[in-house]
């Protein structure tokens, strides 16, 4: 295990590959995710060095308190990490709220080392986010739709039935692998889950946080790197609000893959990596 000290706090992290093409750096999802030494990302370590790390928070990173709970602590603690592993050039890609991480470091520092971004199902709209997620509720079960409005309504959010409906959601469009979610959930990660619905909420489809009125929409036309949109055919950062947002972005592509949903790593690694790959080889 690889640990980084800063200012803000200690750092886990996890670099496989060797020196050779532009290394690459991966934002998990969350806030208050994690990222696993073993992940699927780690299959474009092929000629370059792939960097993952555990924001500060969650798993095995130190704790942090709630004023450090912000956009502005996670942008700081990645400009730490990136003048502690010596890069001067890197491609930027994240996943969710990875790509929101993304998104802001790349407007506060202006775009600097950055030699490409990859946006993998977004949130660049709090607003958009949730009303993709009510519309993929129409699309549940009655009973199921029922439960949810239910206990958003009563702020039952904490209740069983609300957890069992959200898996619901969560088996269509999150994680499309009852394992596999399973075992998503069964992770340790307390002071994660805090942060969580600090910043977000009781759940992916209901932003009651910080970031419920976030949007950075107006600022997407002012990225000048190589960029590249991917989400999965069921993803809950639907297909349409991804084209939406590259079409917003000069230059941006636009990749969907199908059969898979919000988990696009675990459920279809081989297709997201092809994209990555065949993306990074049109400007290497």
Known sequence: ?????????RTYYTKKGRKGKTPVIWLHGGPGGTHKPDSNVFSLAD?????CYTQLGGGRSSITDRKQQNIRTFVDELSLLVGAWGLDEFHLMGGSWGTTLALEYYLRKKGRGI???????????????KA????????LPKN????????????????MVYQQAMEVFYLKHVL???????EMFSGKNPNGKLIYEYMWGPSEFEPTGTLKNYTRIADLGKIKVPTIIICGEYDEATPG???????????????????????????????????INGFLDSIE
């Not at 000629?47 to 960097?51: E, I, L, W």
């Not at 029922?146 to 209740?159: L, M, N, R």
């Open 176 to 182: 499309r692998n009852k394992k596999k979610l399973e």
């Open 241 to 275: 609000t991804g084209v939406k947002y590259a079409n917003k972005i000069p230059g941006c592509s636009f990749s969907e893959i199908k059969g898979a949903s919000h988990a696009i790593w675990v459920e279809k690694p081989a297709r997201i990596r092809k994209v």
């Open 1 to 9: 295990m690889a640990y980084i000290n800063h200012r803000l706090g």
């Open 144 to 159: 199921t739709r029922h439960i949810i409005d239910s206990c958003h309504d009563i702020g039952a959010t904490d209740s």
């Open 47 to 51: 000629g370059r060095v792939v960097y």
């Open 132 to 139: 993709d997620g009510r519309n993929l509720i129409k699309g």
């Open 115 to 129: 030699r490409s971004l990859v946006f993998q199902s977004p949130m660049f709209s709090s607003r958009d986010w």
